[in-house]
């Protein structure tokens, strides 16, 4: 039996100031208490050990001047319970993600967060509210404080366009009729050297799929600023890795610029929504038609716009992580429209290894059971497969952040992408969020529409005349996220292919761990800032060997 108020020891109110609004709100109240007072403590929460307390309520017509009340009985992350919580000093802050109201056109309404310019990022949206931290002392579990919600996320400012690098921004019929209001697709286009000195030309076009980009990153006309304070990489165990990424970024700026680079467009898109940093570029249940809305509204405006040659052999895919996932599954979903792909470290492309999971065979996501004991599955590894985090911890992670598949995290965007829409309005749940257990139902649904090797085997007698040589998949074989497993498998099928054979490439660096591209001759810390440029050989190669009879493979090579 739950405490009542009275009885509670441990107890945090959270006020909504009247001066930040003047309705009732929707949305996600989330409590953090942290043990450094550095940094605050929306910016401490992680999937790793020091990941700061978090614990999260969904609220509904919260009026102005009200308290909501974080009690012992409200479930949190890692610790469960506010009375877990040891004697001590803490800093506690609270910030409230917003959501607004969405009418889609399957008849249902949801309420969301709305992207708001920053990559559907909770501790940094604009117009969210949140309050100043405070420090707290906590006594054998006895805690009674109150927060204020007085502050709120200023907008941001949009890139402004330059010589090279060009913003371009639609509204999309496809996705504003899904949605039930405006809906816009972005891209920062990146314009060859001598574009305005060259009218005749018309330009291939590389679309560079990864997380939401703020700008056309890694590129940069300076020099590395000779001011700037190196920092050290954890991660690559490098120092002055700052400076590094910004030679490197230099360094494609000349390379872009200098007389014998083939002259083309690169694209990186932003198509952020109410549920991730990005679509995933494939249509969906839950997300609308953002791969038709991408494919035959962004990317005809782009090559009219910037002159680009506008026909499918001159088109090609690339990106790593969510990107690398992007670039294949575009190439699979509209195989005429692309004329190669190259996927770098993509995120879990056949579902029997999502990650760690079969989501076919598997009871449970986050054990391994047996008959007398069960073992957690791991979620995060280094490349030695050191683990510091597991399944459960990241996805408890997200439930805290958000229910019904709200959190804007990794795990959610895929169910939100993969899953059929539920009667509420909301994704259909793989597996339940709390204990692990897999919906094989659903799992069924994510099998037909979203397993790519699953989709390429079963129709591969259509698919196959459509991507032969097209298809170009690379990761590290100590990927930290364990995406390794499902690239064996692909392979495995890729290998066997008959009438065609995939006339591709699959490639594995060793001990190399997340963001690995392909590239056999340089650590992953330098590789993975070389993602324009690695490709390039291979994609004027194929041009060359299948543009058709008449093809412009010379205007653009001035």
């Not at 953090?32 to 999937?47: G, K, N, V, W």
């Not at 002259?263 to 953002?290: C, E, F, T, W």
Request: glycine share 8%; proline share 7%; hydrophobic share 35%.
């Amino acid at each position: 039996m739950s405490c009542s108020p009275a009885e509670q020891h441990a107890v945090i109110n959270i006020e909504l100031s009247s001066e930040l609004a003047d309705s009732a709100q929707n949305g996600r109240l989330i409590l953090l208490i942290a043990t450094d007072s550095t940094t605050e403590p929306r910016f401490q929460l992680s999937d790793g050990v020091a990941t700061a307390q978090a614990f999260g309520l969904d609220v509904e017509d919260w009026a102005p001047g009200s308290k909501v009340q974080f009690n012992e009985d409200v479930w949190g992350y890692p610790l469960k319970s506010l009375k877990a919580l040891e004697a001590g000093i803490y800093y506690i802050q609270g910030v409230f993600n917003r959501y607004e109201r969405f009418d889609l056109s399957t008849g249902h309404t949801v309420y969301l967060p709305p992207e708001k310019g920053e990559g559907q990022q909770w501790n940094r949206k604009p117009g969210n509210f949140y309050t100043t931290p405070q420090r707290v002392v906590v006594d054998e579990g006895n805690i009674h404080h109150t927060l204020k919600l007085t502050e709120v996320i200023p907008d941001i400012e949009p890139p402004a366009d330059t010589e090279y690098i060009k913003h371009v921004r639609i509204k999309s019929a496809l996705l504003s009729e899904f949605w039930g209001r405006d809906v816009y697709l972005g891209a920062h286009v990146l314009v060859p050297e001598g574009f305005d000195e060259h009218p005749e030309a018309r330009f291939p076009l590389m679309v560079f799929h990864g997380h939401f980009p703020y700008d056309f990153g890694g590129f940069r006309i300076e020099p590395p600023d000779e001011n700037l304070e190196p920092e050290y990489s954890d991660r690559f165990d490098v120092p002055g890795y700052n400076r590094m990424v910004q030679q490197e970024a230099h360094d494609f700026y000349k390379q872009w610029t200098s007389a014998d680079f083939p002259r083309m467009l690169i694209i990186k898109i932003q198509h952020a929504n109410p549920y991730y940093d990005d679509s995933y570029a494939v249509n969906s249940a839950n997300l609308g038609p953002y791969g038709d809305a991408i494919t035959f509204e962004l990317i005809p405006y782009i090559e009219q716009q910037f002159r680009g040659i506008g026909a499918p052999w001159s088109r090609f895919l690339y990106g790593g992580s969510t990107g690398g996932w992007e670039a294949l599954a575009a190439q699979v979903m509209y195989p005429d429209q692309y004329n190669g792909c190259f996927a770098a470290c993509p995120d879990p492309i056949d579902f029997r290894a999502y990650c760690l999971v079969d989501i076919y065979n598997h009871e449970n996501a986050y054990y391994s059971n047996g008959p007398f004991r069960s073992t957690l599955r791991p979620g995060h590894r280094d490349y030695l497969g050191h683990v510091d985090a597991t399944l459960k911890d990241m996805n408890h992670r997200e439930l805290i952040l958000g229910t019904k598949s709200r959190s804007g995290q990794q795990w959610d965007i895929w169910e939100a992408v993969y899953s059929p829409q539920g009667e509420d309005g909301y994704p259909q749940r793989l597996w339940d969020k709390r204990t692990g257990e897999i919906d094989h139902q659903v799992a069924e649904y994510w099998k037909q529409n979203y397993d790519l090797r699953y989709i390429l085997e079963r129709d591969w007698e259509t698919l196959g005349p459509l991507l032969k040589g097209k298809i170009h998949v690379y990761c590290g074989d100590m990927d930290n996220y364990y995406l390794n497993n499902a690239v064996y498998l692909m392979e495995q099928f890729l290998e066997s292919t008959q009438n065609p054979y995939y006339q591709g490439e699959v490639a594995y660096g060793d001990r190399a761990e997340h963001c690995w591209n392909g590239d056999p001759d340089n650590p992953n810390h330098v590789s993975r800032l070389r993602y324009n440029t690695m490709y390039i050989p291979k994609i004027l190669k194929r041009m060359q060997e299948t543009a058709p009879a008449g093809a412009d493979l010379s205007s653009w090579r001035y």
